[in-house]
């Protein structure tokens, strides 16, 4: 109600009594409580091992020249079979967070287990600044900012470069051509005003866009004004496949000498990547 001095009062009816308006009032607190509870749990947060923390406390930000990220199961097994050595390579930190559909990634303090969904960021023992990262684990459309943010955000962006490979069905794809099962797999690129190098597939087409996790890193990346490439690999499978992961293999070329490539995999690792979904989807096991 405004008052002839135009001073605004607030009032309320003489139908409802004052009580009620404290009872609104109790529950307007406990909605705010149970909201602040529910941000807590679902915050994203980057966790390092000891050795890292001093470095990344003394300096504020980690010095990083590449970082490659790879998201979803073929991405992530390339990665595996053809880069992570382990000789070669360090885990040094990991992503927590919790969801709905990633209940497993709650320990905060603890890193996920081999075999574990999850966000695991490995360093080149030879070249300290190039770091890798698996992600594994369903990361739902609030957090996606989250994690771009503070991934990236404990990054030293000067002299920082980002690539990113992604994991997408081949039924996402447009195209006004017929495609069939022999077309896939194939690759499409999506890149940042910043990005400069040659790449060694197409730029992806529109009316295609990329969503999750790429997207919030490609995006944050443009607004910083980071050089970043997406590697997006269309395949008509929805596992592991060898097939699939090799695919992956002309974008090294992109990153220079900092990352060599396992250009013969062992049998063995190939194999550990995919039986167990090849297990689950035979009819007759």
């Known amino acids: 109600m405004a008052t002839f001095f135009g001073e605004v009062l607030s009032v309320y009816s003489r139908a409802v009594e004052e009580d009620e308006y404290d009872d609104l009032e109790d529950e307007n607190e406990e909605d705010a409580q149970i909201r602040r509870e529910i941000e807590e749990k679902r915050e994203v947060r980057v966790r390092w091992c000891p050795e890292v923390s001093k470095s990344v406390e003394s300096s504020e930000q980690l010095q990083c020249s590449d970082l490659l990220i790879a998201v979803?199961?073929?991405?992530?097994?390339?990665?595996?079979?053809?880069v992570?050595?382990?000789?070669?390579?360090?885990?040094?930190?990991w992503v927590s967070l919790w969801n709905e559909r990633s209940r497993g990634s709650s320990?905060?303090?603890?890193?996920?287990?081999?075999?574990?969904?999850?966000?695991?960021?490995?360093?080149?023992?030879?070249?300290?600044?190039?770091?890798?990262?698996?992600?594994?684990?369903y990361i739902a459309e609030d957090q996606l900012f989250q994690w771009a943010e503070k991934v990236l955000g404990s990054m030293q962006r000067r002299s920082l470069?980002?690539?990113?490979?992604?994991?997408?069905?081949?039924?996402e794809y447009k195209t006004p051509d017929y495609l069939s099962g022999g077309d896939a797999p194939f690759l499409r690129a999506l890149k940042t005003s910043t990005y400069a190098s040659t790449l060694p597939c197409p730029l992806l087409e529109q009316?295609?866009?990329?969503?999750?996790?790429?997207a919030a890193v490609l995006s944050h990346c443009q607004v910083q004004r980071i050089p970043a490439v997406l590697f997006q690999c269309f395949t008509d499978v929805i596992h592991p496949d060898s097939v699939t992961m090799e695919t992956y293999k002309p974008i090294l070329s992109c990153l220079g000498t900092s990352v060599k490539l396992e250009t013969c995999p062992s049998v063995e690792m190939l194999q550990k990547l995919t039986r167990i979904h090849d297990a689950q989807s035979n009819l007759y096991t």
Do not use: H, K, M
């Open 72 to 82: 979803g199961p073929n991405a992530a097994g390339f990665i595996s079979a053809y």
């Open 84 to 93: 992570l050595r382990p000789e070669d390579w360090t885990q040094v930190g």
């Open 161 to 171: 470069s980002v690539t990113v490979l992604s994991d997408a069905p081949l039924t």
């Open 107 to 137: 320990r905060p303090d603890t890193a996920p287990q081999p075999g574990e969904p999850g966000c695991v960021i490995y360093r080149q023992d030879s070249c300290p600044s190039v770091l890798v990262c698996q992600s594994t684990c």
């Open 207 to 214: 009316p295609n866009i990329i969503t999750g996790l790429p």
